[in-house]
């Protein structure tokens, strides 16, 4: 799903439930506990996420559709504009037929060119809108599992960019199939909660 650009990005969230601890820390004297930090490889979460896989799917079958209903109003008035000017060159029309034609055509034009740049915006909102979501679902995710792992830090890296992580101390885990795996559950059990709601309606 690398093409959605789900834009998780770089999680580096301080962790509030750490807080606590190091107050209780300063406030001793105590030295203070070695900060636990985990990654996770955003291409994996992109590839294997599976509610954002599905979301894409749905999103592309709805651009296609979209596209192939331009195409189509495109390839009628291309037609129609060919036709106009065989007649007129024909001499099959007159001057007032001429110019009431062209207006014609250039009233359907610009219908076209805003019904484009309306699908274009619906279209990014869209993609905006999914992003977003699987940002959240994320996030609330990463709240629970960090909290009960007791993470300070979670970052998120990937491949061929300036985040890449190339190397940690052993103290850095990485928990990117914990959390593919953790989301998957998650959104497998409200797939199966759905279709036995769906099912009791019937």
């Given at each position: 799903m690398k093409k959605l650009l789900l834009a998780v990005g770089i999680i580096a969230t301080m962790f509030a439930c750490q807080q606590p601890?190091?107050?209780?820390?300063?406030?001793?004297?105590s030295a203070a506990p070695a900060m636990k930090i985990a990654?996770?490889?955003?291409?994996?979460l992109s590839t294997y996420y599976k509610f954002g896989e599905d979301q894409y799917a749905e999103f592309q079958k709805?651009?296609?559709?979209?596209?192939?209903?331009?195409?189509?109003?495109?390839?009628?008035?291309?037609?129609?504009?060919?036709?106009f000017e065989k007649r007129a060159r024909a001499g099959l029309m007159s001057q007032n037929e001429i110019k009431r034609k062209q207006e014609e055509l250039g009233l359907k034009q610009q219908k076209l060119q805003a019904a484009q740049q309306s699908q274009a915006q619906g279209l990014?909102?869209?993609e905006i809108s999914i992003q977003a979501e699987v940002r959240k679902r994320v996030k609330e995710f990463l709240d629970k599992y960090s909290a009960d792992k007791n993470y300070s830090i979670v970052l998120g890296y990937s491949d061929g960019v300036t985040s890449t992580v190339i190397w940690s101390t052993p103290n850095v885990?990485?928990?990117?199939?914990?959390?593919?795996?953790?989301?998957?559950?998650?959104?497998?059990?409200?797939?199966?909660?759905?279709?036995?709601?769906?099912?009791?309606k019937k």
């Open positions: 601890q190091a107050q209780q820390t300063a406030s001793t004297g990654y996770i490889n955003n291409d994996s709805k651009m296609e559709k979209a596209q192939k209903q331009l195409q189509s109003r495109m390839v009628k008035l291309q037609g129609e504009a060919a036709n990014q909102a869209e885990e990485d928990i990117t199939q914990d959390v593919i795996d953790g989301l998957n559950k998650i959104y497998e059990d409200e797939l199966s909660a759905q279709s036995s709601e769906e099912k009791g």
